[in-house]
């Protein structure tokens, strides 16, 4: 099942502001695919969100456990490690009286089915846009951490992340990609 995945931090916070933070983003997806065993086609880490597609025989709400479940594991265990108490504080729920737990991601996600390949190549264009429409470059190959040089074929010698784009089965006689 195909399926175009966002996340959006609590508060939409701009968590994924330093180039360190979503280098450990990336090393978290790529666990979570290993983890729950489904490929990763696209994706683009954003400084409050991120957008991944990919294909899963999960149920969504399943990959998307994976996914934001491990991330935000990560990414609070680094804020730990490293003493960001105040980014920590942001992230910071009581549970119970002086018991605290923390919450990377709101709790609504947006997840799309994608029924064929118009909408799958729609969904990872979108992706790979988002940096230019929020302008944080010119070009989308100007973005380091999306998968577009993956689309491309054109990348990095230290890509962060590598997608699984030859395990798309294309549909040559107008279906979807599965």
């Known amino acids: 099942m195909l399926l175009s995945l966002t996340s959006v931090t609590k ?5 994924f502001r330093t180039a360190e933070i979503k280098l450990v983003t990336c ?7 290993r983890s729950g065993q489904f490929a990763l ?6 400084p409050d969100h991120i957008h991944v597609i990919t294909n899963s025989i999960l149920p969504p709400s399943k990959t998307l456990h994976f996914i ?3 991330t935000s594991r990560r ?9 960001y108490e ?3 504080a942001k992230l910071r729920h009581e549970i119970r009286p002086r018991r605290y737990s923390y919450s990377l991601w709101d709790h609504h996600p947006n997840v799309r089915l994608l029924f064929s390949e118009n909408m799958l190549m729609e969904r990872v264009n979108y992706t790979h846009q988002n940096p230019v429409r929020a302008g944080l470059v010119s070009h989308p190959e100007e973005y380091r951490w999306s998968s577009v040089r ?3 074929r054109k990348l990095l010698d230290d890509e962060p992340l590598l997608m699984n784009i030859d395990q798309i089965s294309w549909r040559r006689n107008g279906g979807g990609a599965s």
């Open 27 to 33: 090393r978290a997806l790529d666990e979570a695919r």
């Open 150 to 152: 993956c689309w491309n």
């Open 86 to 88: 105040s980014s920590l």
């Open 11 to 15: 508060d939409r916070l701009p968590v």
């Open 68 to 70: 934001n479940g491990i």
């Open 41 to 46: 086609y696209a994706y683009v880490i954003m």
């Open 75 to 83: 990414i609070i265990d680094y804020l730990k490690e490293r003493s």
